[in-house]
């Protein structure tokens, strides 16, 4: 029962508010996405992401360390979700991506905020990133075959990874009331991702629920199964091993909708893999942090 509900607390936040946008959205109510995700991506979480990092207190050890095991656990990830697309001969473009990338920003964010607390935000944030500028390159080359190295440097959640990341390791601190103003802007970007999330998720239109349901669970337990190795291989420590394994289990995330959108991708299915997978996520993720916490 106190496991329960200590995940209850921590999950409970998070559907609560996306179900607040997503019943916004049904209700009728204007709810403008674009500007909202351009809002957050460009500065709430940028500076969500720089304050994290400039205050976590992470040795250059463990830094590395849980680097290290994403990078391997995305490689990982990478092979078997390639070998799963060859296999059931499916569209390469269409789902190759969504596989691999989960919605560690959304999602993966608060939850480890919510369960580990500062230190496991500080851990979330670095997978995160590694996340985010293997999507904006490879993930963008896989949708679009267009994929840019030097477009990714331009991404401000980018900047203030790398900018975090130094404040971090030369042990600096901007003065008090830059550092209130950055908190204050970043604390904007949790509740709107996953307000957010919700609106995303009650417009999509899914095609072949079905085969969708299938693949969500293979791709969790493929994510789940691939942190776990990276994890036990480079010997984390209990709360970055937890953060690796929820990071890589969230379900698949909007901005792969929206890539395909873009770049012409068979985005119907796209759609069904982010609504059908979100929805199993209300129940494996409660299930993974039982396990985690």
Same mark, same amino acid.
């Given at each position: %029962?106190?496991?329960? #509900?200590?995940?209850?607390?921590?999950?409970?936040?998070?559907?609560? #508010?996306?179900?607040?946008?997503?019943? *916004?959205?049904?209700?009728?109510?204007?709810?403008?996405?674009?500007?909202?995700?351009?809002?957050?991506?460009?500065?709430?979480?940028?500076?969500?992401?720089?304050?994290?990092? %400039?205050?976590?207190?992470?040795?250059?050890?463990?830094? +590395?360390?849980?680097?290290?095991?994403?990078?391997?656990?995305?490689?990982?990830?990478?092979? $078997? $979700?390639?070998?799963?697309?060859?296999?059931?001969?499916?569209?390469?473009?269409?789902?190759?991506?969504?596989?691999?990338?989960?919605?560690?920003?959304?999602?993966?964010?608060?939850?480890?905020?919510?369960?580990?607390?500062?230190?496991?935000?500080?851990?979330?944030?670095?997978?995160?990133?590694?996340?985010?500028?293997?999507?904006?390159?490879?993930?963008? *080359?896989?949708?679009?075959?267009?994929?840019?190295?030097?477009?990714?440097?331009?991404?401000?959640?980018?900047?203030? +990874?790398?900018?975090?990341?130094?404040?971090?390791?030369?042990?600096?601190?901007?003065?008090?009331?830059? +550092?209130?103003?950055?908190?204050?802007?970043?604390?904007?970007?949790?509740?709107?991702?996953?307000?957010?999330?919700?609106?995303?998720?009650?417009?999509?239109?899914?095609?072949?629920?079905?085969?969708?349901?299938?693949?969500?669970?293979?791709?969790? $337990?493929?994510?789940?199964?691939?942190?776990? #190795?990276?994890?036990?291989?480079?010997?984390?420590?209990?709360?970055?091993?937890?953060?690796?394994?929820?990071?890589?289990?969230?379900?698949?995330?909007?901005?792969?909708?929206?890539?395909?959108?873009?770049?012409?991708?068979?985005?119907?299915?796209?759609?069904?893999?982010?609504?059908?997978? +979100?929805?199993?996520?209300?129940?494996?993720?409660?299930?993974?942090?039982?396990?985690?916490?």
């Amino acid at each position: %029962m106190n496991i329960f #509900l200590t995940v209850l607390e921590v999950v409970a936040p998070v559907f609560i #508010l996306a179900a607040i946008g997503f019943t *916004w959205v049904k209700l009728g109510f204007d709810y403008r996405i674009e500007f909202v995700t351009r809002l957050a991506m460009t500065l709430s979480v940028p500076c969500l992401i720089f304050a994290a990092l %400039m205050k976590t207190q992470i040795a250059p050890d463990a830094l +590395t360390a849980v680097s290290l095991a994403a990078i391997s656990a995305y490689g990982l990830v990478t092979i $078997c $979700c390639y070998l799963l697309v060859k296999l059931g001969r499916m569209d390469l473009r269409a789902y190759l991506a969504p596989l691999i990338f989960g919605n560690t920003g959304n999602l993966g964010l608060p939850l480890a905020l919510f369960a580990f607390g500062d230190e496991g935000l500080g851990y979330a944030v670095v997978i995160f990133a590694i996340m985010a500028i293997y999507s904006f390159t490879i993930g963008v *080359w896989l949708v679009s075959g267009g994929g840019s190295l030097i477009k990714v440097f331009k991404e401000p959640l980018v900047a203030a +990874t790398l900018l975090g990341a130094l404040f971090m390791v030369m042990d600096w601190e901007t003065p008090n009331f830059v +550092t209130n103003s950055i908190d204050l802007i970043g604390q904007m970007a949790i509740p709107m991702m996953l307000i957010t999330l919700g609106v995303a998720v009650a417009r999509l239109k899914p095609r072949g629920v079905g085969r969708a349901i299938v693949i969500s669970i293979l791709k969790a $337990c493929i994510c789940i199964a691939a942190a776990t #190795l990276a994890g036990v291989w480079f010997e984390l420590s209990a709360i970055p091993f937890a953060v690796l394994i929820l990071q890589l289990s969230t379900p698949v995330a909007v901005t792969s909708y929206l890539l395909a959108v873009k770049y012409e991708a068979d985005s119907e299915v796209v759609a069904g893999l982010v609504v059908v997978s +979100t929805l199993l996520s209300v129940g494996y993720i409660p299930l993974t942090l039982a396990f985690l916490i």
